[in-house]
């Protein structure tokens, strides 16, 4: 999430170095408290924050894009986070329950995999637009046929 935020916010910042160095070092002493202290809400409220300070400008980046697939792929940003917090929320909750089941549905694996998709997909969004702010001419294809991907057509400078 440190590495979102840098990527959204820092076309805005205006002292370079003072940006990534705070995020790492920021990162560098939350994981060391974690470690010792093993934060369990701590660190998901952490989370949750942190997700909630990249919204802002993941929907700027949104309505300033006109490309249908980059939208799409915003789009599944937001519904595979939804769907894994939706897993989540539901295995936490229903535990005892679900795993008497005969087939167990494994909310938790399930959110990872969703998780794993959700940074994919905000990965591609986010290349899509800082390309398109330096003026590579970004277009989004997809690996055959189905997992989309951001093409990159620099223009040759001599």
Known sequence: MLLYIYILYSPDWHYR???PTFLFLYGAAFAIVHSQFRFKMGFKIHYAILCLLCIPRM???YIYTNDLLAKRLAKLYVSTIGLAS???ILDRVFCKQISRWYFNPQGHALWHVLMGF???FANMFL???RAQQLG???KVVHFMGILPYV???KQKTQ
């Open 151 to 153: 093409k990159i057509q």
């Open 136 to 138: 590579w001419n970004p």
């Open 59 to 61: 929907y700027k980046y």
């Open 86 to 88: 939706i897993c989540w």
């Open 127 to 129: 290349m899509f637009c």
């Open 118 to 120: 959700n940074s994919y």
């Open 17 to 19: 170095s003072t940006m």
